[in-house]
């Protein structure tokens, strides 16, 4: 008797978040149409200057003209020096921050240093970067990489450094390594502060290439971008800048996907 209410109480409760899940939907849908349906219709009875903020009439036009000139390319350019920066940025950041949380002392000697580096607003630093490395992909690379380095350092070495003591101490108590430390306790204990990292360098890494896109480039969203602004053509611009918001959230939604499928294997 008792397993028959426990099972409907059960259902009940599914059913209620499964209708959530379809409301939250639905209103995230529907504040989207209405968004769109509202730009329309204010560009056409003249409440904004459709000639600066376009139209998605006019958008929907320029995205048919642009997919039939290397529209594809031109995501691709953007998404590929993303995806490169991104792990790049992703895997030096973490290799410093393990170096760091190894040695406290270089922690000390560098913490002002990592302070400084990451208030330091990197696009500052485009014409130096285009002079070393070449005004090409590789410059808006390394620029999407810098953005997103230090906070990969930070954020992993905060997590490494407030890892629970007591797991810590007991470990080296039982006599295990440092090596031992880090590999069974530190570092799988910091694989939501890895993720969480991963959820912001995403976007910093967009960030950064369409940076490096604005100074340099050839191809690419950012690239698009300007030359609407630079022939006053602002659908290209407004429709360059919807694509990507899309790319940002596809990556973005990537990244959650992983996070999900690495939690489900290994979260025991």
């Not at 009875?45 to 048919?64: A, C, E, H, N, W």
Request: charged share 10%; hydrophobic share 55%.
């Amino acid at each position: 008797m008792n397993e028959q209410i426990v099972s409907k109480e059960r259902t009940l409760f599914l059913k209620k978040q499964k209708h959530r899940k379809q409301m939250i939907l639905f209103w995230q849908i529907g504040i989207l149409v209405f968004l769109i349906a509202l730009w329309e219709i204010s560009a056409r009875v003249g409440l904004i200057d459709s000639f600066i903020l376009s139209q998605p009439s006019r958008i929907l036009k320029t995205y048919i003209n642009m997919a039939q000139n290397g529209l594809l390319m031109h995501i691709g350019v953007t998404v590929y020096e993303t995806l490169v920066g991104f792990v790049l940025g992703v895997i030096t950041g973490t290799i410093l921050a393990i170096i760091l949380w190894w040695s406290s002392y270089i922690a000390k000697i560098s913490e002002p240093y990592l302070v400084v580096l990451n208030s330091l607003p990197k696009i500052a630093l485009g014409p130096v970067i285009i002079i070393i490395v070449g005004a090409g992909t590789e410059a808006i690379i390394f620029m999407a990489l810098a953005i997103s380095l230090i906070v990969t350092v930070l954020e992993m070495l905060n997590g490494f450094q407030h890892t629970d003591k007591e797991y810590i101490k007991m470990a080296t108590t039982f006599g295990a390594s440092k090596m031992q430390i880090f590999t069974k306790i530190v570092f799988p204990c910091n694989i939501l502060t890895l993720f969480n990292s991963l959820k912001i360098n995403i976007g910093l890494s967009l960030v950064g290439v369409i940076a490096g896109e604005f100074l340099v480039s050839k191809a690419g969203l950012g690239y698009l971008i300007v030359y609407g602004g630079q022939v006053f053509q602002l659908d290209l611009v407004m429709a360059s800048v919807i694509i990507l918001a899309v790319v940002a959230a596809v990556m973005y939604e990537a990244v959650v996907l992983m996070q999900n499928l690495v939690l489900k294997l290994y979260g025991h």
